[in-house]
């Protein structure tokens, strides 16, 4: 689940993160997306010199923290060029992340972090689980969203989006 949202973090916002635990270390990257045409279903990225390739393979409609719960297939290929032609999208992101792990293998991430594409500020705000299967990927997400008191952030329903379609939106 993920949210993006113009403008620069809210104090609100940072303050929510802040006080579900002890500080954690910003990370500062630049990936260059893919912007699709036509399908928001499939992302193309290439970060730190590798090719990424992400599916989406379903989105459900359950009701949990105000957005929409996609599943994801990741793919990481080769190299890739570190200047891609026209057609994609520069996206500067520092982001601080927590972690929770839930039964067994099963975890959830959730992530607060600056985004700029061009000169435009944007905000996000990630709950990501993993697990074995899909019922314990839905676990280690209700986990999350309880553990980390989504309901104390207002996020709109409809900025609960993935990449590719906030990607395609962005590209005019």
Same mark, same amino acid.
């Given at each position: 689940?993920?949210?993006?949202?113009? @403008?620069?973090?809210?104090?609100?916002?940072?303050?929510?993160?802040?006080?579900?635990?002890?500080?954690? =270390?910003?990370?500062?990257?630049?990936?260059?997306?893919?912007?699709?045409?036509?399908?928001?279903?499939?992302? *193309?990225?290439?970060?730190?010199?590798?090719?990424?390739?992400?599916?989406?393979?379903?989105?459900? +409609?359950?009701? *949990?923290?105000?957005?929409?719960?996609? #599943?994801?297939?990741?793919?990481? *290929?080769?190299?890739?060029? #570190? +200047?891609?032609?026209? @057609?994609?999208?520069?996206?500067?992101?520092?982001?601080?992340?927590? +972690?929770?792990?839930?039964?067994?293998?099963?975890?959830?991430?959730?992530?607060?972090?600056?985004?700029?594409?061009?000169?435009?500020?944007?905000?996000?705000?990630?709950?990501?689980?993993?697990?074995? =299967?899909?019922?314990?990927?839905?676990?280690?997400?209700?986990?999350?969203?309880?553990?980390?008191?989504?309901?104390?952030? =207002? *996020?709109?329903?409809?900025?609960?989006?993935?990449?590719?379609?906030?990607?395609?939106?962005?590209?005019?």
């Amino acid at each position: 689940m993920r949210w993006f949202l113009p @403008g620069v973090i809210p104090e609100t916002a940072a303050a929510w993160f802040d006080s579900l635990g002890p500080d954690v =270390t910003p990370e500062s990257r630049t990936d260059r997306y893919l912007v699709p045409t036509e399908s928001a279903g499939l992302g *193309l990225k290439v970060r730190e010199g590798r090719v990424e390739a992400k599916q989406r393979t379903r989105t459900l +409609h359950a009701t *949990l923290a105000n957005g929409r719960v996609e #599943a994801w297939r990741k793919w990481s *290929l080769g190299t890739a060029d #570190a +200047h891609p032609e026209p @057609g994609w999208l520069s996206v500067a992101k520092t982001r601080r992340q927590r +972690h929770v792990r839930v039964a067994g293998r099963a975890r959830c991430s959730l992530e607060l972090a600056a985004l700029t594409v061009g000169e435009e500020p944007w905000w996000s705000v990630c709950l990501e689980a993993s697990g074995e =299967t899909a019922a314990a990927r839905w676990r280690a997400l209700r986990a999350g969203a309880r553990r980390w008191n989504m309901g104390e952030l =207002t *996020l709109p329903p409809e900025a609960s989006k993935g990449y590719p379609e906030w990607l395609r939106a962005r590209s005019g």
